[in-house]
């Protein structure tokens, strides 16, 4: 029996590392967001790919939640030395964004593939093999798709990671769009995930920029609709707040509720259950109201045991019964 899990960045890692707790990890796939992918200094990055590999791998940064641990920034370092020098207007030598010395060398892997043709499916195998990985991390494309993101106060739309990295998450936003998701398709393993697995998760990520990228190829809502029964959220907001990234915000301000309600209402016409913290155990009836089932369970991965059970009351929501 095999799992497909819809993945974004570090609550999607660590649902699937609770999931490897209890489920044969040969049998897991992870179709991840590429929507934050970004070229920097020339090299092909992709975030939420990284983090999950990274973390699977057991190398993630554990204070800073992404990146790899034991890291070293020369590079960077030496790179600000030329930014005096630089001619106004030039991208050249931007220092917004940290690549550590070790994780360069899974950009310059990944860039070097993709030039001699490889697709970023054929890469992202490659370098999950390279960190020793039984589970199968899949893009959601292979057509590049950028998510971007409208500034209220400026006016302006910038990319996700301009957003994210560079002005830190702390302005309010007025729109999202995923620029070239009309055009791109769901790569061939993404869709086998989301057809042929036993059960697919929704990981707790953040809705609008995590899983909707992913959501927003074409295809993708209704393979999912069409299997609803066995679609299972976890939500990634408790009390009213994400636990970690701007997903409350977010939320609030591109018009929905920061709450259990608000995911449910979303993830409604795609999946059949939400898994929701005991916090919010008082909504429950507000989320079946919407038209779901719903499961409670500590969410909050803090703990081994705690995940493990996250995860086995998950995959009991779809029908897969694991013991232990």
Not at 42 to 55: A, K, Q, R, V
Not at 100 to 117: I, N, S, V
Not at 261 to 272: E, K, T
Request: proline content about 6%.
């Amino acid at each position: 029996m095999t799992i497909g899990v819809v993945c974004g960045g570090v609550g999607a890692a660590r649902f699937l590392r609770a999931l490897a707790g209890i489920w044969p990890t040969e049998h897991t796939v992870g179709v991840v967001n590429t929507g934050d992918d970004t070229v920097m200094h020339g090299l092909s990055i992709s975030p939420d790919l990284d983090t999950i590999t990274y973390t699977l791998a057991g190398a993630i940064d554990p204070e800073r939640g992404w990146g790899l641990r034991d890291e070293s920034w020369r590079a960077m370092e030496a790179l600000a030395r030329f930014v005096p020098v630089r001619p106004a207007g030039s991208g050249a030598a931007p220092t917004w964004f940290n690549l550590g010395d070790q994780d360069l060398a899974t950009h310059f892997y990944r860039t070097a593939r993709l030039a001699e043709g490889a697709t970023l499916t054929e890469a992202t195998d490659e370098i999950r093999r390279a960190f020793g990985l039984p589970q199968r991390l899949v893009p959601m494309s292979d057509r590049r798709v950028t998510t971007m993101v409208t500034l209220l106060e400026e006016g302006i739309e910038v990319p996700f990671q301009e957003y994210f990295v560079q002005r830190r998450h702390g302005v309010p936003v007025s729109a999202v769009r995923f620029d070239g998701a009309a055009d791109a398709v769901l790569t061939d393993a993404a869709r086998a995930a989301f057809v042929d697995s036993d059960a697919v998760v929704i990981a707790p990520s953040n809705p609008l920029v995590s899983i909707g990228p992913i959501r927003a190829l074409p295809e993708v809502d209704a393979l999912l609709a069409a299997r609803r029964d066995t679609v299972v959220a976890v939500s990634p907001i408790v009390g009213g707040a994400a636990l970690k990234g701007p997903a409350d915000r977010m939320l609030i301000e591109l018009g929905h509720e920061a709450s259990v309600v608000g995911v449910a209402r979303l993830y409604a016409p795609i999946a059949s259950t939400l898994v929701i913290d005991p916090v919010d155990a008082a909504l429950a009836s507000a989320v079946e109201a919407e038209g779901m089932r719903v499961v409670i369970t500590p969410s909050i991965m803090s703990t081994p045991e705690i995940s493990n059970e996250l995860a086995r009351r998950t995959l009991a929501a779809a029908g897969i019964v694991v013991s232990g």
